[in-house]
């Protein structure tokens, strides 16, 4: 049963001793478990001040104000920045990490600022009781309830209400309108299937782009290689996430070719998807005696030597081979795309 307590209802008897060595209380009790009491009630400004409840009041309503801003600077960073280059990116994160921010905040601010000056100061005492509520305590919870709100003085206080509407009602955009952008037209699963690799794309160094000639990959080595003209794509980091390769050189003796991949390495180099078929990390650690290739997430284990089918781990396919060849001039230049969608198996079975 809940009662009201002014910090005048509570036994002040058991007073602890404090001092050297003097932790004991009245009762026998330790002084740490002693109860403090409670400090006189004091008013707030704002409940003795119509002034100071005005200016909270205010303080209020620019925290909301604030977080509608942050709400506005999400969706024009949404909206409205180009996401052209990897400096747009950064500068469109940026705005949505700081819309974001700002909207949240505003709103936890002034709800807090509101509760702390505006809304009722009686100090409330709830005492314990069986969880199996009986009717009539739900009676008097559903009655504490219409009390606080109209505690609240929302009724009253209507650019309040107007500014704590505004701010509710806005920042669910900001979770709602990349979910529904995603699951639009733009939501298209084919772009899984393809990378920015074609035929006679050349095979070249990331980040400078610098093409590869067969004769600079000896043998034991790993090199990290993306399509030579992957700046000309539209968003240049998500095919690049796409399409990055290692490119690795066997002696060619070692090569055992999966069937009717006998064409698809040049004089022992074979070149595999970087992203892991588990759930895409990138797989990084080759060790050069086995022609194993691991993936740090989860250990999936790859063996270059024969597909990169797995050998350990919760990878449930092998890496994607990219049929590679050399052009007129040396080059390692793709065969085509990948025949298979890379990254995490699930994008296979999407249609
Ligand atoms: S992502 Fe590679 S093993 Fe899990």
């Not at 601010?109 to 005492?127: I, N």
């Not at 669910?172 to 794309?201: N, R």
């Not at 968003?235 to 698809?264: N, T």
Request: glycine share 10%.
């Amino acid at each position: 049963m809940s009662t009201h307590d002014h910090g005048h209802d509570r036994p002040q008897g058991d007073v602890a001793l404090r001092g050297a060595g003097g932790t004991v209380g009245a009762a026998g009790v330790p002084a740490r478990f002693e109860d403090p009491g409670l400090e006189p009630h004091r008013p707030r400004r704002s409940d003795l001040d119509p002034k100071a409840a005005k200016r909270a009041e205010r303080q209020t309503v620019v925290l909301f104000g604030v977080s509608i801003l942050g709400t506005i600077v999400f969706l024009a960073g949404y909206f409205l920045l180009p996401l052209g280059s990897s400096e747009a990116i950064l500068r469109s994160n940026l705005a949505l990490g700081l819309g974001l921010a700002f909207a949240l905040l505003g709103i936890g601010t002034a709800a807090v600022h509101w509760a702390k000056s505006l809304m009722s100061d009686h100090e409330v005492v709830d005492e314990r009781h069986p969880v199996q509520s009986s009717p009539e305590v739900r009676e008097i919870a559903v009655k504490a309830l219409q009390d606080g709100v109209a505690d609240a003085n929302v009724g009253r206080r209507g650019v309040l209400k107007g500014a704590l509407a505004g701010s509710l009602a806005l920042f669910p955009l900001t979770i709602a309108v990349p979910l529904i952008g995603e699951l639009g037209e733009d939501w298209d699963v084919s772009k899984f299937k393809h990378t920015w690799w074609k035929a006679g794309t050349r095979l070249a160094t990331d980040p400078d782009a610098r093409p590869i000639k067969a004769s600079d990959v000896t043998i034991g080595s790993v090199v990290h290689v993306i399509p030579e003209d992957l700046e000309e794509a539209e968003h240049v980091l998500d095919e690049k996430a796409k399409a990055i390769v290692l490119l690795i050189r066997l002696d060619e003796r070692d090569l055992k070719p999966l069937p009717g991949r006998e064409g698809w390495a040049y004089q022992g180099i074979v070149a595999y998807s970087k992203v892991c078929t588990h759930v895409g990390c990138p797989v990084a650690l080759y060790e050069q005696q086995t022609h194993h290739l691991l993936c740090p997430c989860h250990q999936s284990t790859f063996d270059v030597s024969e597909g990169a089918k797995v050998v350990f781990g919760p990878a449930k396919r092998p890496l994607p081979q990219l049929p590679i060849e050399v052009d007129s001039e040396g080059y390692l230049v793709a065969q085509s795309d990948f025949t298979e969608p890379v990254g995490p198996s699930f994008w296979e079975r999407l249609k």
